[in-house]
């Protein structure tokens, strides 16, 4: 399958670079002409164990690629992973750069393959990908949810220092969508993964498992240090 991820930061890169790694094409979309330049010079613009080594297998075999150029990469493209930033202010997430994202793939949609998925990977509160991404990609593409779009949501379950090593072998894949088309879409995607429990929700659901997934750690975190510190 070909892969358009936008964002190239954490999540994205680490995203793109492993499922290049067992077998799809990816292209990563970066405004940063430096990240971009980084990315295709086998280096991350960040340090995370054992990335340094898959960028070079991937991108000099050239089943992974980074690029500014939006266009370029939706050519024939079947999943776009959205990976951008939703920063917390400690009240609520902004998210500008989700909503700046969905309007720039919107735009091109009609490059891509004729039946098209739109991922969310960012953490989004539950509504976001239903309610907020969904109709801006159907204000400003021709495309219609349910037709020839999918909507899903993926979220991510990775810890800095060991990212490489938990994308590649996960406890779970949760994919929510809900739509089938689109849902089977991403199974495809992660084929790969022989062995994973792969988890289909809504997609409420799947933002939900997210928000989860990060209050029981931070629950486990904190009960640890209070019994250590006690």
Same mark, same amino acid.
């Given at each position: 399958?070909?892969?358009?991820?936008?964002?190239?930061?954490?999540?994205?890169?680490?995203?793109?670079?492993?499922?290049?790694?067992?077998?799809?094409?990816?292209?990563?979309?970066?405004?940063?002409?430096?990240?971009?330049?980084?990315?295709?010079?086998?280096?991350?613009?960040?340090?995370?164990?054992?990335?340094?080594?898959?960028? @070079?297998?991937?991108?000099?075999?050239?089943?992974?690629?980074?690029?500014?150029?939006?266009?370029?990469?939706?050519?024939?493209?079947?999943?776009?992973?959205?990976?951008?930033?939703?920063?917390?202010?400690?009240?609520?997430?902004?998210?500008?750069?989700?909503?700046?994202?969905?309007?720039?793939?919107?735009?091109?949609?009609? +490059?891509?393959?004729?039946?098209?998925?739109?991922?969310?990977?960012?953490?989004?509160?539950?509504?976001?990908?239903?309610?907020?991404?969904?109709?801006?990609?159907?204000?400003?593409?021709?495309?219609?949810?349910?037709?020839?779009?999918? +909507?899903?949501?993926?979220?991510?379950?990775?810890? @800095?220092?060991?990212?490489?090593?938990?994308?590649?072998?996960?406890?779970?894949?949760?994919?929510?969508?809900?739509?089938?088309?689109?849902?089977?879409?991403?199974?495809?995607?992660?084929?790969?993964?022989?062995?994973?429990?792969?988890?289909?929700?809504?997609?409420?659901?799947? @933002?939900?498992?997210?928000?989860?997934?990060?209050?029981?750690?931070?629950?486990?975190?904190?009960?640890?240090? @209070?019994?250590?510190?006690?």
């Amino acid at each position: 399958m070909k892969i358009v991820i936008i964002g190239t930061g954490y999540v994205g890169l680490v995203s793109g670079a492993c499922f290049s790694d067992v077998g799809h094409r990816v292209i990563c979309v970066d405004t940063d002409p430096a990240r971009v330049a980084a990315v295709n010079n086998c280096k991350a613009p960040f340090h995370e164990d054992g990335l340094d080594a898959i960028l @070079e297998r991937v991108v000099l075999s050239g089943s992974l690629e980074a690029t500014s150029d939006l266009a370029y990469a939706m050519v024939d493209a079947d999943i776009t992973l959205i990976a951008v930033g939703t920063p917390f202010d400690g009240s609520v997430i902004d998210l500008k750069y989700i909503k700046q994202a969905t309007k720039d793939v919107a735009e091109v949609l009609h +490059l891509a393959a004729a039946y098209h998925v739109v991922c969310v990977k960012s953490t989004v509160i539950p509504g976001t990908t239903n309610d907020v991404v969904g109709p801006i990609l159907e204000e400003h593409s021709k495309r219609k949810i349910g037709t020839d779009l999918g +909507l899903a949501m993926n979220p991510e379950f990775l810890a @800095e220092g060991s990212a490489v090593l938990d994308f590649m072998n996960p406890d779970r894949i949760v994919i929510g969508s809900n739509n089938d088309q689109a849902a089977q879409a991403l199974i495809e995607l992660y084929k790969p993964f022989v062995g994973t429990d792969l988890i289909i929700t809504q997609l409420a659901t799947a @933002e939900m498992i997210k928000y989860t997934s990060n209050a029981f750690l931070a629950s486990v975190i904190s009960f640890s240090n @209070e019994i250590a510190n006690l």
